[in-house]
């Protein structure tokens, strides 16, 4: 895929300035530390070039497993996007490395909260964390990552690749490096619009009124639907099915394929495909990993994230219709709306509540102008 081959391009070519050369290889953030053999440099006597970082030093019989932590549930179904990315990302690194390089995602936040995710990646402990956009409000010096986590920002996925390629993104990722020790490496996959699930018809924007609406770990959520009228709360996606049943929350906001494999449609059988939200997964990468990795490593990785976003976003593309039959097939119900209304509504909260407050001024507008 072409337009990702570009992005990861300019985004290797950013962390490379950031990248310095160390002189020990890496474990794996779940396995006690060893060691193991830097790779070979060779060099004429009285070269002085300066030695480059060795890699990260696995073989065939004791490949390094780059781990990186989810706080989503792992899934079963072998048609699972993460699980398919996933895959297709260890294959091509163990493909191009030979065998000495893996890739993994430990879900469940077994690693603990989002917070945790990143104290570790940021200590290099863990070597990296899947998540979204809007995490990136949780570090120091990533003010405008709201902008990209607006709602209505972004029209398609294609608008978000333009945003991706931009020098606008590589400043905000350069400026995550430099004050948290954390980067964006490349994009994980694109995933479809989040929409409003709940547990009764929500068709206009005035029914949000006092809403007992779920919402990830994102203080970005929180904010901006607060702005809409409802109380939302933070409750961790294992407690997903069972808080809404048991009528702690009245509903959710996410997308209708993850709501479909969750069979929300027994609790909260209504879906309002309002698409205010364009969401992708990123690999939140430890600064320490980074510079370890050899500038081969770096190609190679750059080569296994495209691989890994096109076999996720794919995967979506291709379960987004029969989610929605699966949903109507088992009583739930597509509530019809007014788009107009319902992004008017939002970009109004936007241009209220955040542009110039929460991120640069006209920084909204401008990723928006990026389509046109």
């Given at each position: ?217 994102s203080d970005v959520q929180i904010r901006v ?14 407690e997903l099915y069972s808080s809404i049943d ?106 209220n509540e955040f542009d110039g407050k929460a ?14």
């Amino acid at each position: 895929m072409k337009k990702f081959a570009a992005m990861m391009l300019a985004v290797l070519m950013l962390v490379s300035l950031a990248a310095c050369g160390g002189s020990s290889s890496s474990t794996p953030a779940s396995q006690p530390a060893q060691s193991q053999p830097a790779q070979s440099q060779s060099a004429d006597a009285g070269d002085s070039q300066p030695d480059a970082a060795p890699g990260l030093a696995g073989t065939v019989d004791a490949p390094y497993i780059i781990t990186f932590g989810n706080t989503a549930n792992a899934s079963t179904n072998p048609q699972d996007s993460y699980q398919l990315a996933m895959k297709a990302m260890n294959d091509k690194l163990m493909e191009l490395s030979g065998g000495t390089l893996g890739f993994e995602i430990v879900f469940g936040g077994v690693y603990g909260s989002t917070a945790q995710h990143l104290a570790q990646v940021k200590a290099g402990t863990l070597d990296g964390m899947i998540t979204g956009f809007d995490v990136a409000t949780n570090l120091e010096g990533t003010e405008d990552f709201y902008a990209a986590a607006m709602p209505f920002v972004f029209d398609s996925d294609e608008h978000m690749d333009k945003f991706l390629a931009s020098d606008l993104w590589a400043e905000m990722v350069e400026s995550m490096r430099a004050n948290n020790g954390i980067l964006i490496t490349g994009l994980f996959m694109h995933q479809p619009p989040r929409i409003l699930n709940t547990r009764v018809p929500i068709a206009h924007p005035s029914e949000l009124q006092g809403v007992k609406l779920r919402v990830p770990e994102s203080d970005v959520q929180i904010r901006v639907w607060t702005a809409a009228g409802t109380s939302p709360a933070q409750i961790p996606g294992s407690e997903l099915y069972s808080s809404i049943d048991t009528g702690v929350a009245d509903g959710q906001e996410n997308d209708i394929v993850s709501s479909s494999a969750l069979k929300m449609y027994e609790v909260a059988p209504y879906f309002t495909e309002i698409d205010y939200i364009r969401q992708a997964q990123f690999c939140y990468t430890s600064e320490i990993t980074w510079n370890k990795m050899s500038d081969q490593e770096k190609e190679w990785w750059a080569e296994a994230c495209a691989a890994a976003t096109e076999a996720g976003t794919s995967a979506y593309a291709a379960r987004y219709e029969s989610s929605k039959q699966e949903i109507v097939d088992n009583g739930g119900t597509i509530v019809e709306f007014d788009y107009d209304e319902w992004k008017n509504f939002f970009t109004d909260i936007v241009k209220n509540e955040f542009d110039g407050k929460a991120f640069r001024a006209g920084l909204y507008d401008e990723i928006q102008a990026m389509n046109q």
